[in-house]
C-alpha cells in the first residue's frame, strides 16, 4: 500500500474542524478525518520538535532515542541520530518502497532526510527557510516577488528588548507562500511516484512536512484578515496566576512577553494562528486533489497529525516549553486506510510513536524495532480492541534542562517536575488545568495510585527518571537497592538485615 503522510507543526487540536470547533476553515482535513478515523485522545510523546519528529522516525520514546532537544536551543544533548540507528524509511526502501519527504525535518543536524533514505530537497531549519535555492527559484520561474513582510507582532522581552516575532503579514499572493511551494513540490514528486507505479515500479511513501502553523504566523492578507479578531473567544486559561503551579512556567510567560500585549492583540494573534491553519489546509487539499486525479486514492493510506501543539495565549503562554498542558501535548490524529469504514472516532490513548509501527504494517514489515510503537490498524474500525487506559509522556528541556514525566488517564493527569511543585490535575471538573490539586488531601488516593503507576511504566520501560521517584516519593515496595550498589538486595527482597 501506498502511504501518504501529512504533518504540521506546532498545531492546536481545535483549530481542527472535525475535532468540534466551528469556527474554522479546515474543509480538507474534515473531509479526511469523515473518511477514516478520528483519534479524539492522540498524544506526542514531547511537545518539542526534534525529539517527537525523531519518535516518529524511530518508534522510540526520546529517553531511548536519546535526540532531547532542537539544534538551535541544545543545552548539552546529542545533536544527531548515531548511524546505526533504526528508522522505518531504511526498513521501507529494503521493502522496495521509494520514499521522499518534502518541508521540515529537524532530526538532528548534520544528518539529512537523504541519510535515512528520503528523496527532496534538503530544507533545514525550525521554520520557512525562505533563502534556500529552491524557494527563490520557485519564486522567479513563476514571476513572483522575493518574501517580505510587514504588519510585525511582537512583545517586549523582560531585559527591555523586542519579543519574539509572533506574526506578520506576508506581502504576496497565496501561490508565493513557502507553504503552496511545498505543497507544489508534494504534487510533482507524487506525479513522479505515480509514473513509476504506471511502469509497473513499487509502491510509495511520501511525507509532507508544513513548517506552520509553527509561530511566526506569517500569512497573506487573504489568511492574516479571514478571522475576525472581535469574534475570537479567548482560552478560559487566559485567566492563569500561576498560582500553586512550578515557578519557571512564570518566568516562561515573560519570555514569551504576554503580560506586554495587549489583549486586543492576542485576539489578533489568535485569529491569524486560525488563518495559518486554513493556508496549510488550502494546501492540503491540493495535494489530495492530486491524489484523486492520478488514481491513488484507492490504494493509498493517508495520515494526518503534528509533531505537538501550541499555546497561543493558553496559560498566558506562546509557543510550548516546560509545562505539560493538554494545549501542547493533545493533537489531532487522522488515519485514512482504503477499505476500512469512514467517520470512526476512537477514544484510546494513542501516540504519534505509534505511526511507525502502523506505517510498518502497512507495508508488510515486522515492526519489531519500533520498541514504544504500536500499530493502529486494528483502531481503524469500530471494532473493541485491547489498549491501555493511559499514556505517558516526557519532556527533557527547551531553552535550558528541565525534566518532567506525565502520566494522563480519563479523569486525571499527574506531571512531576523533581525541581518543584508536582502537578495533578482534574480535567473531568478542571479541563483548562487551571487549579493544581496535587497537594489537596482529598486527593491523596488518586496521587498514590497515579505515582504508582507513572513509576511502574517508567521502570518497565527502562527510562531511569524512575530513580529519582524511588527515594521522592510513595511508589510502593521496592524490590532492589535504590543505590544500585549490589551490596544491600536483601534489606529490599525481605531477607537477612
Known sequence: MNILFLMTDQHRVDTIGAYGNPDTATP???????????????????????????????????????????????????????????????????????????????????????????????????????????YRDHLERNGLAPWRIDDRIRGTLPNGGPGNLLAARFCGPVEATFEYYLATRTIELLERYAEDLRHGGTPFFLQLNFFGPHLPYIVPDEYFDMFDPELIELPRSIAETFHGKPPVQRNYSAHWTFDTIPIEVTRKLIAVYRGYVALIDAQIGRVLDALERLGLTGETAVFFTSDHGEFTGAHRLHDKGPAMYEDIYRTAGIVHIPGRPGGVVRQEFVSLLDCTATILELAGIDPTPAVDSRSLVPLTSDDPVEWDDDIVCEFHGHHFPYPQRMLRTERYKLVVNPDSTNELYDLRTDPDELLNVYDHPEQAAVRTRMMNRLYTVLRDRGDNFFHWMTSMYDVGDVAYDPTMSGMDEATYRGGPA
Do not use: M
Not at 522510540?60 to 548515531?82: C, M, S, T, W
Open 28 to 134: 480538507a482535513l474534515d473531509a479526511l478525518a469523515a473518511r477514516g478515523t478520528r483519534f479524539d485522545r492522540w498524544y506526542t510523546p514531547t511537545a518539542i520538535c526534534t525529539p517527537a519528529r525523531a519518535s516518529l522516525l524511530t518508534g522510540q520514546a526520546p529517553f531511548r532515542h536519546k535526540l532531547l532537544a532542537n539544534h538551535e536551543r541544545n543545552v548539552g544533548y546529542i545533536e544527531d541520530l548515531p548511524d546505526e540507528q533504526f528508522g522505518f524509511s531504511h526498513a521501507l526502501r529494503a521493502k522496495g518502497y521509494n520514499c521522499g519527504l518534502i518541508g521540515k525535518w529537524h532530526i538532528g543536524h548534520e544528518r539529512t532526510a537523504a541519510d535515512f533514505g528520503f528523496d527532496g530537497p534538503h530544507l533545514p531549519g525550525w521554520h520557512n527557510p525562505v533563502d534556500h535555492e529552491d
